[in-house]
Every structure is written in structure tokens, then in C-alpha cells.
């Protein structure tokens, strides 16, 4: 339910498409207050497989996009240092290195 409030869950899709997925929520959780302990584990199951049908795609699209908009980055390298200090460490070394080998 908190999933289906996330900002890129509703850039993504209409208001009723929203509202269709929380009344399946709502109607399950009605189900389960009803059928209470007496469901048996099959029977809940398959109630929340149809749902999960539902709503998993929808959630994991959202977060696709989501991913897809940030920027790529690699480990330890990305966002540590800027590309002008990146060549100064470069040339910094290849100095180091010249003068050892004098």
C-alpha cells in the first residue's frame, strides 16, 4: 500500500489505475478479516499471488524508470574526484615515476 503512495509510482501511472490496485488491496484485506484463521494456506496464497500479479509489475516499473534517471556511477570512482583532479593524480605519478627512473 505504501509503495503504490511513491512519487515515481504516480508520475507513472493515472489516478484510476492507482485507485483500481488499492480497492484490490482493500478487498483483500476485507477477505482476510472475514475468512480469519478458518482460510486455509492454499486459499491465501492464491489471493495474494492474484494481487502481487496486479501490483508487482506496476511497482517494479516505477522503480525501473527511477533507476533508468540516475546516473550511472562506478564504485569508488564516480563523484570521489573531478576529471581535472583526476589529471592532476595522473600527472602526479608520471612525475614520480620519471624521477625514480633518473
Do not use: C, F
Not at 500479479?53 to 533508468?68: F, Y
Amino acid at each position: 500500500r505504501e509503495e503504490l503512495a511513491a512519487p515515481e509510482l504516480i508520475e507513472l501511472h493515472s489516478e484510476e489505475r492507482l485507485v483500481e490496485l488499492r480497492a484490490k488491496l482493500d478487498e483483500l484485506q476485507l477477505w482476510l478479516q472475514e475468512q480469519g484463521d478458518g482460510t486455509s494456506t492454499q486459499a491465501y496464497l492464491a489471493k495474494l499471488k492474484a494481487v502481487q500479479r496486479e501490483i508487482d509489475p506496476v511497482v517494479r516499473e516505477a522503480n525501473e524508470e527511477e533507476n533508468r534517471q540516475q546516473p550511472l556511477e562506478r564504485e569508488g570512482t564516480a563523484g570521489s574526484m573531478s576529471a581535472k583532479e583526476r589529471a592532476a593524480r595522473i600527472a602526479q605519478k608520471n612525475e614520480a615515476r620519471a624521477q625514480r627512473r633518473e
